[in-house]
């Protein structure tokens, strides 16, 4: 079992509106989190990233949040733009070296 | 700065073959990983090194082979193509393991083995 799990798969919305996506993991010991976006036919490139003891941390339209407690974070996108249309990907790192653990995305287009 | 550069950008290979993906970076990185994606799946760690000469596995290693020579470059070796190393392979650097050092990723390469 994927020890982080996003939510929706993906994601239709209008140009202009907002949306919310969803990150729970099951990673321990926690040390950070991490809101990639990534274009098509291209690499991730990082939005946000977050400690134990941020829970909110914003990039120009983008604002993530965490709770660590229930283990789940948000990616909230305001006022959406074509160039929103991408996968964003919530990594989660343990405490100890490397070990990040990345989900498999959500797919977000976004329509005229 | 051209950041992480990744080579080639596409590959077909037939089953059994080997071929070597190359990854370089300007940044003066010490911290270099390789990923495979695959549909439907968050990105896995195959191999990783934290400095010239120092390599090691990461979560999907068999099948892969790396080597550090320097700090610019990071190749990854597929040694006997099979069908199930079809994927997409991204390379990616960090100044190194702490918290709030950025990784840059590659443009990726996608590999079709046959």
């Known amino acids: 079992k994927n020890q982080v799990e996003q939510s929706p798969q993906s994601l239709i919305i209008l140009e202009g509106k907002n949306c919310t996506l969803q990150?729970?993991?099951?990673?321990?010991?926690?040390?950070?989190l991490r809101w990639y976006k990534q274009d098509t036919g291209r690499g991730p490139v990082s939005l946000t990233i977050?400690?134990?003891?941020?829970n909110t941390k914003s990039n120009g339209r983008y604002t993530a949040t965490l709770d660590a407690d229930t283990k789940q974070s948000s990616l909230h996108i305001t006022a959406s733009q074509l160039s929103d249309s991408a996968s964003y990907i919530c990594?989660?790192?343990?405490?100890?070296?490397?070990?990040?653990?990345f989900g498999a995305g959500t797919r977000l287009t976004v329509k005229p | 700065n051209a950041g992480v550069t990744q080579t080639p950008k596409f590959q077909v290979l037939k089953t059994g073959q080997s071929m070597t993906l190359q990854c370089a970076q300007d940044?003066?990185?010490?911290?270099m990983s390789w990923y495979r994606q695959d549909p439907g799946m968050g990105l896995r760690l195959i191999h990783y090194?934290?400095?010239?000469?120092?390599?090691d596995q990461g979560e999907v290693p068999n099948g892969y082979n790396v080597s550090r020579s320097t700090t610019e470059d990071f190749p990854l070796r597929l040694l006997s193509a099979a069908p199930s190393q079809t994927s997409v392979y991204f390379c990616?650097?960090?100044?190194?393991?702490?918290?709030?050092?950025?990784?840059?990723f590659g443009p990726g390469t996608r590999l079709t083995v046959l």
């Open positions: 977050m400690t134990f003891s941020e």
């Open positions: 990150c729970n993991y099951t990673v321990s010991p926690f040390s950070n």
């Open positions: 990616a650097s960090s100044a190194g393991l702490a918290i709030y050092n950025e990784q840059f």
């Open positions: 940044m003066n990185h010490e911290y």
């Open positions: 990594v989660v790192s343990a405490s100890w070296g490397n070990d990040m653990r």
């Open positions: 090194s934290v400095g010239a000469g120092i390599t």
